[in-house]
C-alpha cells in the first residue's frame, strides 16, 4: 500500500518516523464538548512531566494566546517547537 503526503507535510511525517521532535512532551487531545486543549498524558521524563503537567491537564493559554484562537493545528505546533526552547503554558 502506498499514500500519498504533501509537501507541506513530509518534514512533520519524516520527525515522526525517524523519532526526532522538539516540544513538551505530552500527548494532546480536543476534549469536543469543551473545545478545549486537553492533555492525555505526559511523555516519561519529558519537560512536561518534570514541570508537573498531568494527564487531564487542560491548556488554554500558549505564550498568552488562548487555544481557542489557535486552533488545534497551531497550539500542537506552539507545544512541539524546537528543542531547548521555552514557552508558558496556562
Known amino acids: 500500500n502506498s499514500s500519498y503526503i504533501r509537501s ?6 519524516q520527525n515522526r518516523l525517524d523519532g526526532v521532535f522538539g ?7 480536543i476534549d469536543p464538548k469543551k473545545e ?3 492533555v492525555q498524558f505526559p ?7 518534570k514541570a508537573g ?5 487542560e491548556i488554554v493559554r500558549i505564550d498568552g494566546e488562548e ?8 497550539a500542537i505546533q506552539k507545544i512541539r517547537g524546537e528543542p ?3 514557552l508558558a503554558l496556562t
Open 8 to 13: 507541506s507535510k513530509s518534514a512533520d511525517f
Open 23 to 29: 516540544g513538551i512532551g505530552i500527548e494532546p487531545w
Open 36 to 38: 478545549r486543549l486537553v
Open 43 to 49: 511523555l516519561p521524563n519529558s519537560p512536561a512531566a
Open 53 to 57: 503537567i498531568r494527564s487531564g491537564d
Open 67 to 74: 487555544v481557542v484562537k489557535l486552533k488545534f493545528q497551531g
Open 84 to 86: 531547548d526552547s521555552e
